[in-house]
């Protein structure tokens, strides 16, 4: 990864998604399953269909989010990537919005995307992320470089 995994690594104690949640994505590419967008070492989750993609974490109890970090990485094409984090302190679909992006990548230019958002969230059961990889041209592929939370 092009990012600075060592400034990422101390800044938080990121919690362990893989054991805490249940990770539920619409679409994978079996070389980079979404596991691996939460891992230290990892190489990033891709859609292996185009267009908007969902990814939720179902939490095995009720967590306090205070931190979360995503990076989005595209060196190749430009596009115009939009994401949607949403929220629920419950088990059923009664999301609450939290943070909505659009972001330009450019070849020659803005390759990475990190969003860094410190939060205050109590009683998370169930984060929901929506990637509309391309808002603007042709359908692309959806990509998480990483994702942490803390």
């Not at 994978?28 to 185009?50: L, M, T």
């Not at 939009?82 to 609450?96: G, I, V």
Request: include cysteine.
């Amino acid at each position: 990864m092009i990012y600075d995994r060592e400034l990422v690594k101390k800044k938080s104690h990121w919690l362990d998604v893989k054991a805490l949640a249940r990770v539920e994505a619409t679409s994978e590419d079996s070389r980079y399953p979404i596991n691996s967008a939460f891992e230290e070492d990892g190489h990033g989750w891709r859609a292996v269909e185009v267009g908007e993609q969902t990814i939720k974490l179902v939490f095995d109890e009720p967590r306090r989010i205070q931190r979360i970090w995503l990076c989005f990485i595209e060196p190749d094409t430009e596009r115009t990537q939009e994401f949607t984090l949403q929220w629920s302190t419950d088990q059923t679909d009664a999301l609450r919005p939290l943070i909505q992006q659009q972001w330009n990548f450019n070849p020659t230019g803005s390759i990475i995307q990190i969003e860094d958002h410190e939060v205050n969230l109590y009683g998370v059961w169930m984060l929901h992320l929506i990637v509309r990889p391309e808002i603007k041209r042709v359908p692309a592929v959806a990509t998480i470089a990483s994702w942490r939370l803390a």
